[in-house]
C-alpha cells in the first residue's frame, strides 16, 4: 500500500506544527499538535492505496513541561491528547463534510517537536488502533520540525547518535501490525508527496514556509501579529506620503521646482513597490488561514479579515491622495 500526498496537505503539516514549536518559542513550551486527514481508497492493479485529499488541524496540545506538577494531569502524558467536546464537534463536520464527497476519515497525524518520529508510547498506538478499527486502511503520520528544518533524526534517547538525512520532509506514517492489540508493533509504510518538480524543491519549500509561519503564523495570538503588522503599513505609509510632501515643499522654496516633476515620480514609484510587497505579505496571510484549526476558523477568519481591511481601506485612498500632493505643486 501506498500513501499518495498531495503538496497542500504536506504544506499544511508543515504549518500548523511549526506553528507550535519554532524559533520565536522557547523549546520547553513547545507544543505538540494534531489533526485528522480526509480521503478514498483507490484500487491500483490488484493493489489498494490511500488518496488523502485534506489534512485538517484539529488541536495543539495544551500541556507543557513548565506545569506545576498539581495541574499536571498524567491522563494527557498516557494519552497523548485529550480532545474537547469543541474537537469532536470538529470530527463530526469534517466526517459529515468528506461523506458528501464519497470520502472519509482516513487517518490521523501529530507532531514530535524535537523528538523521533514514531509511534510514541500507549497513547499514539491506542489511537492509531481506534482509527484502524474504523478504517482498516488507516494511517498515522508522525511530523518532526526539526527534521525537517536540520534534516536529522533524532535519537530515541538523549545523548543516542544522531543520524543525517538527505530531502527528508519530516515525517514518517506508520500503521500498527495488529488493530486489536495495543501493545503489538508499528510499522513503516510508503508514501508519494505529490506537485513538487523534486524532493530538493519540495525542502526547499517546506523549509521556506517553515520560516513564513515562525514569523508571521506563530502561536495562539496570530492576530495580534496581523494588527501591529497593518498598523505599521499604515503608518508608514501615510509618513512617506507626508515626506513627499514636505520634500515637494522644500524643492519649491529652493527654487528648485523644475525637479517636482522627477522627484515625484520616483516616490511614486516606491510608494507603488511599497504597498506591491504589503500585498503579497496579505496573501501570505490570507493562505495561512488554511492552517488554522478546525474550531478557530470561525472566530478568527472574521477578526483577521476587518484588520486586513484597514489597509484596503486606505489604498482605496491613495491615488486620491496622490493627486492632491501632485496638484499643490
Ligand atoms: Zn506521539
Redesign the pocket.
Known sequence: MTVFIPKNVYLTIVAACVRFANKKIPKDVWK?VSGIFTGKIIENENKKDLYISAAYPIMHDTFNLNDSIDEYDPRTVID?FEYSDEDHESFALIDEEAFSKGEFTVGWW?S?PGFKV????F??RKTTISYQAYNPLAIAL?FNPDRLNRQIELPQIAGGPIKQLKSDPGFKIFRMEDPNDRYSNFFEIEYKIEGFENSEQMIRMAQKLAIDITNFFSGENIFEIYEIFITNRINELNSNLQGIDEYLGTLIRKGESSRVYEVLESQTRDIRKFVAETFIKIENIKQFMDYLEYKERDIIIPKIKEILSKWDETIEHLNEKLTEIAKKY
Open positions: 505538540e497523548g501529530h514530535h514514531m509511534l510514541s508510547g497513547g499514539d508522525v
